[in-house]
């Protein structure tokens, strides 16, 4: 089971017992930390994929470590106009080591009126308009899960 989440704009592909770095959080090592921007589950083949989000889908990590990357610097300059610039920084991150992904509660995307095909009293022409349908479905959420990854 692995799941895709949006953690302060960037999206991480997430496994249970995996570690990753992310920008800083502002909490301390050892604590629990729970991320609801759920943007796609998968377990095996069945799949959810959030509207933006899944409601009720929650990653619990674990803050492990807080520190500074290694330096990127930064060198500017322009020939022969006698100007040079180097610059560089550290940038601060948080580690997390995930411990589980919840689906509690996850709907899934119910079907709106114009997407339900009319009453059809013709059995040939009921069972292309159902194939069609399941066409466009499974066309549709391959779109939508090629996208999110």
């Avoid at 994929?49 to 290694?70: C, H």
Wanted: no cysteine; charged share 40%; glycine share 6%.
């Amino acid at each position: 089971m692995y799941a895709v989440v949006d953690i302060k704009g960037f999206q991480y592909k997430l496994e249970k017992g995996e570690t990753l770095r992310v920008p800083k959080f502002d909490t301390e090592v050892g604590k629990k930390v729970k991320l609801s921007d759920v943007l796609f589950i998968a377990d095996g083949d069945k799949y959810s994929i959030g509207q933006p989000t899944i409601e009720g889908a929650v990653v619990e990590a674990t803050v492990t470590d807080q520190g500074k990357l290694g330096k990127i610097i930064v060198f500017k300059k322009k020939r022969r106009k006698d100007y040079s610039v180097k610059r560089g920084h550290r940038q601060d991150f948080t580690e997390l080591s995930i411990d589980s992904i919840k689906v509690s509660g996850a709907k899934k995307a119910k079907k709106t009126a114009a997407e339900k095909p009319e009453e059809i009293k013709d059995t040939e022409t009921k069972a292309k308009a159902s194939e069609e349908i399941k066409d466009t479905e499974t066309k549709a959420a391959k779109d939508s899960a090629k996208k999110l990854l």
